[in-house]
């Protein structure tokens, strides 16, 4: 997507190494970080300089890559790839990438490794965004349908960033927004701020900014009256893992805008590439949930008045706090899934239609 009329993507290769968009560094400062190690790119993901699923599918790969160059033999793809899950539990992009980047590399000789691992995670990369492109215009077809219907702007909800940033280009929840835009639909977007990290603040709303799409952050909790005053035609989210049955895990507090557009009649859609979809798990309860530092909790970050990023505690001095970063939304609240190979019925029928060979 743009940067102020330059297409730009979060992450690409170099002679040997990689660069990525620091997005710890958003929205106050554009940083452009280099990975030069299977150490950094697991530095990369664990402190999320890069996030969202596909992007640290993308990233787990290029770190595969950096890994080969280094060593190529079994062991240490098999340690690299270890390396490379342990840094966050929850999105299944992570054991994808690996799974797929070993299954390519294991069959090689070593000395063959290191420059597949370039090619194969560079292709892993393409198929994201036309994974994406694809979910853009199976998802721009729902908000023309609403704008068909009603005057004025289609005002489209999210939660967290799910926008090109959280993934190499276009994004999974943003994509069908981008489509939409590039089709001259009218078209707003309600910003869930997204405590504690707050991504929707700092990073949907600066990527809708630098591409001039219309969009207004709100507080988390402001979703629910929105709703109840039709002030919110559709939701639109990602997701980090999607099991089998089309329960949905997603950015924390993903579950209580879905309770109020059921309560309120407004759809609900989850924009879920292959690659974040688990048909190994059988319902969204297996899905591990990432604990994260109370410290996001208690303390926010931002720019003081000189314009320095500084750091400021919200809580009473050592003040308990629990941070679950992700929740489970049950597929009975999700009105359907938006897939690059079309929309379907959060349900095990409605995926396995779209996915027969994996299930
Ligand atoms: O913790 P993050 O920022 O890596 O969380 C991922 C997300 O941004 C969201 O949960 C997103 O909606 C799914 S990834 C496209």
Known sequence: MNIDGNPTRTIWPL?????????????????????????DAAEAIRVMRVRGAPLIGATVAYGLALAASRDAGDDA?????????ATRPTAVNLQWAVRRMLARLLPLPVAQRAAAAWCEAAVICEEDV?????????????IQAIANRKPGPVNLLTHCNAG?????????????VYAAVAAGIPLHV?????????????????????HGVAHTVIADNAGGHLMQHGRVDLC????????????????????????????????FYVAAPGPSIDFALASGREIPIEERSAEEVTHLSGLDGEG?????????????????????TPARLVTGIITERGVCAASREGLAALYPERV
């Open 236 to 267: 639109i989210v990602g997701t980090d893992r999607t099991a089998a049955n089309g329960d949905v895990c997603n950015k924390i507090g993903t579950y209580l805008k879905a309770l109020a557009a059921q309560d309120n009649g407004v759809p």
């Open 308 to 328: 320095r990023i500084v750091k400021v505690r919200l809580t009473p001095e050592g003040c308990p706090a629990a941070n679950p970063a992700f929740d489970v």
């Open 130 to 142: 036309a994974q994406n492109q694809a979910i853009g215009r199976h998802g721009a077809n729902l």
């Open 164 to 176: 090109w940033l959280a993934a190499v280009d276009w994004g999974t929840a943003l994509a069908p």
């Open 77 to 85: 793809l098999h340690a690299a790839g270890d390396t490379l899950i």
């Open 15 to 39: 002679e040997n190494a990689v660069e990525i968009i620091d997005q710890t560094r958003l929205p106050h400062e554009f940083v452009v970080h280099r990975l030069a190690s299977l150490e």
């Open 190 to 210: 309600w910003v869930d701020e997204t405590r504690p990290r707050n991504q929707g603040a700092s990073l949907t709303a600066w990527e809708l900014a630098k």
